[in-house]
T-cell receptor, first 113, second 119 residues
């Protein structure tokens, strides 16, 4: 039972354009969502998060949107840079559950110069 | 940001041997650490929650006698893969949170990961 799904295994965009990575979830108990960036043979690094009381959170070039009714969130990267090329994981959790997260399968983003 | 360190980063062992992986929080105390496993091109799968001073909580389908977890101090958790077999070959990642109680920021800190290859 995949509670967090990233249906696009890969995405390729041109430098300077917008990258949009999508994530869907099924468990309505999730009230906290995060995006992580991961390079091969390294641990994930935190990018941005959003709680269920918000529908948007912005940090520099990264914006996360949450649509609770659709159980969908997305990560927007504008403008995309070649250094953004990595695997992006969305993750979901329940606040008060001391950090237990469920991860999606990941989307490999390639930003072409 | 906070630092979580894993050791070793790579280990190759023979089938039937046991391997220990360490996870340390370098600049904060972690009452809770998490162990994940990642197969190639797949998601990070939570294996177990490691609680300082108590038994680990394992996810469904994870053999607790196979994957021994010890969280002896607030800065160290260890994962021991016992009697390793080739199918245990994977990328193991730990994470830690400096928070106690309400998980109000959602930010976990991950180690660099440990690549285990069982021959």
């Amino acid at each position: 039972d995949q509670q967090v799904k990233q249906n696009s295994p890969s995405l390729s965009v041109q430098e300077g354009r917008i990258s949009i990575l999508n994530c869907d979830y099924t468990n309505s108990m999730f009230d906290y969502f995060l995006w992580y960036k991961k390079y091969p043979a390294e641990g994930p690094t935190f990018l941005i998060s959003i709680s269920s009381i918000k529908d948007k959170n912005e940090d520099g070039r990264f914006t996360v949107f949450l649509n609770k009714s659709a159980k969908h969130l997305s990560l927007h990267i504008v403008p995309s840079q070649p250094g953004d090329s990595a695997v992006y994981f969305c993750a979901a959790g329940v606040s008060g559950n001391t950090g237990k997260l469920i991860f999606g399968q990941g989307t490999t983003l390639q930003v072409k110069p | 940001g906070a630092v979580v360190s894993q050791h070793p980063s790579r280990v190759i062992c023979k089938s039937g041997t046991s391997v220990k992986i360490e996870c340390r929080s370098l600049d904060f105390q972690a009452t809770t650490m998490f162990w994940y496993r990642q197969f190639p091109k797949q998601s990070l799968m939570l294996m177990a929650t490691s609680n300082e001073g108590s038994k680990a909580t394992y996810e469904q389908g994870v053999e607790k006698d196979k994957f021994l977890i010890n969280h002896a101090s607030l800065t160290l958790s260890t994962l021991t893969v016992t009697s390793a077999h080739p199918e245990d070959s994977s990328f193991y990642i730990c994470s830690a949170t400096p928070l106690r109680g309400l998980f109000n920021t959602g930010e976990l800190f991950f180690g660099e990961g440990s690549r285990l290859t069982v021959l």
